[in-house]
């Protein structure tokens, strides 16, 4: 026992060899401004430059302010393995940026430190609501079909026009009041059984066919910078077929925008992934097919404007269809990007600023950061 005590104290005496630091440089090529631009590290990249196991242990310095930034791991797979690790900067155009990792005690964010979350209400029959502090969200589930007080089908994307850089979903919610805007913002938007403020559909044959309700999510990332999440549908018939959908959508902390990653299953021969615009009373519409941008603009009920648009980046065709604005996109592509912008927002004032905005968010998607990660010599 003594001989064993002595062996492990003189080894814990022992200097242990200092990690040495790695770089991350990440250059902006696009000539674009990117405020709140997410910087995306592989598991792989991380550990090769710095021989760590465990990502939440590694921090990240910007080398321009020397601030100690707030970082997220996310497991993609849900297996269990982290196998990226998150971090924000904004960037000027064409700047090129530097940042040090290093390995330190692992910094759990404070609540105040979120800015992007999401979850399934199982109290409001079945939502899934998710946000940011710029946007939120919602989308129907099973119980919402059923709901002897106000039945509603329909697979669209829902909006809630928000004032506030706060996080707001569970308290709007709890007080079961969101449909008036008492100073933070409400559930303006009525997505009926359209497509809403982005939702997807199977184009086929000059026809559009959507899924029911959702049936099963499953939460891959909740902030404090990304939630990124699943929405399994049942199986709908489409051109004969029973086509299974799956949707994978990921939000930032600072974008106006959500990645829709959409799974088919069985899906007939020439059909293609469709997204969609409510085309409500009053609203106008805009498709750029060289940008693969579709966008609308529309009164909300007495309060203020919402834009609305879609990225496809394989960009078809543009159709109006079961009062949607659509946008369509080569065969193939089940790809795309949903956002919203309220002009009571804060940042987005004019029908102008929302076309700059989805113009500047286009160039942004096709052309990504360049991203490399080096060993410190």
Known sequence: MIRTWLVFTVAALIPQ????????TVAETAGIARPA????????????????????TVRVKDDKTSADLLTQTVDTNDDGTFDELLFQADLEANETRRFTLSVGERRIASK???????????????????????????MYGAALETWAQEPLTSSGLDVWVKRTHRLVINDWYMVDDYHRDTGEGADLYSVGRTRGCGGSGLWLDGRLYVANNFRHSRVLANGPLRVMFELSYEPYAAGGAMVREQRLITLDAGHHFNRVGITYQDAPSGAANAAGIRNNPGSSSRAAA????????????????????????????TREADGNYLAIAAPGSHVYYAGSAWDRGGDIATLADWDTYVAREAARIRTPVVVRVTRIP
Do not use: M
């Open 290 to 317: 060289d940008a693969g941008t579709l966008r609308s603009w529309e009164p909300l009920k007495a309060a203020g404007n919402l834009g609305c648009a879609v990225i496809l980046p394989a960009l078809k065709e």
């Open 112 to 138: 105040d430190e979120y800015r992007a979350y999401g979850r399934f209400i199982r109290e409001r029959r079945d939502d899934f609501a998710w946000e940011n502090d710029l946007v939120a969200h919602r």
């Open 17 to 24: 060899p200092a990690r040495t630091p790695a770089t991350v």
């Open 37 to 56: 631009e997410t910087v995306v590290l592989t598991a792989a990249q991380v550990k090769e430059a710095l021989a760590v196991e465990d990502l939440r």
